[in-house]
């Protein structure tokens, strides 16, 4: 028997008719089905945009390793993943990333821990690179994000370290500080590893994109 395609919301209905999908009893069939369709669409929130900055250059190469093995400071991989706000693939995505060096430094004449990568098949990126430093206007630890995808608004933000001594131990309470982080969200959690060779940092910055 051939079977006729069903749109996702018969799919939907077919389920809660047939119990595969239960309420609580409080709930018709109707309203449980407009839930779970307003849920979905609000299931992913753009991320949050930051400022550019002064120190962003165009034209920098698309490197995964930003780190030589005699650079000075903390080992830091960033992984994430570059999706619409329903969580699909954007096609197309480059993301720019930059950031100050371990002593709070930028590179302005060159492309030192500046990188534009694009994504893989699945959205996913990964950077291996050194923890930025701290620097006398802005002195939070962060990485600079600008995220291009066609279709999409283009994203400018930033990471943050929750582990950075800027947030005093405290980053739920004193993210705002200063008013450098532009929002809480923007606030990583920070994993440490202590690997065979050397300990390594990792954060995973995932950025949700806004169709334009
Ligand atoms: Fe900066």
């Not at 165009?58 to 999706?83: C, E, I, M, Q, Y």
């Not at 066609?150 to 993210?175: C, M, R």
Request: aromatic share 10%; hydrophobic share 40%.
């Amino acid at each position: 028997m051939k079977l006729a395609k069903l749109s996702r919301r018969e799919i939907m209905e077919r389920c809660i008719t047939g119990g595969l999908i239960a309420g609580s009893g409080a709930l018709s069939q109707t309203q449980l089905l407009a839930y779970w369709e307003e849920a979905e669409k609000q299931a992913m929130k753009p991320t949050a945009a930051d400022v550019l900055g002064p120190f962003f250059r165009k034209g920098a190469p698309n490197l995964r390793t930003l780190r030589g093995p005699k650079d000075p400071g903390f080992p830091l991989l960033v992984s994430g993943r570059v999706v619409n706000v329903k969580g699909q693939l954007v096609e197309g995505a480059t993301v720019d990333f930059w950031h100050a060096d371990h002593a709070g430094r930028y590179d302005t004449r060159g492309y030192k821990f500046r990188t534009k990568v694009t994504p893989d098949a699945k959205g996913d990126y990964a950077v291996e690179t050194v923890m930025p430093g701290h620097y006398g206007d802005r002195p939070a630890q962060h990485i600079h994000y600008l995220i291009a995808a066609p279709g999409h608004k283009s994203l400018i933000t930033q990471a943050y370290f929750a582990t950075d001594p800027f947030f005093e131990g405290d980053p739920v309470k004193n993210w705002n500080k200063r008013n450098l982080a532009a929002n809480r969200e923007l606030i990583m959690p920070v994993k440490l590893f202590e690997g065979p060779a050397a300990p390594r940092a990792e954060i995973r910055f995932d950025i949700v994109l806004e169709k334009a």
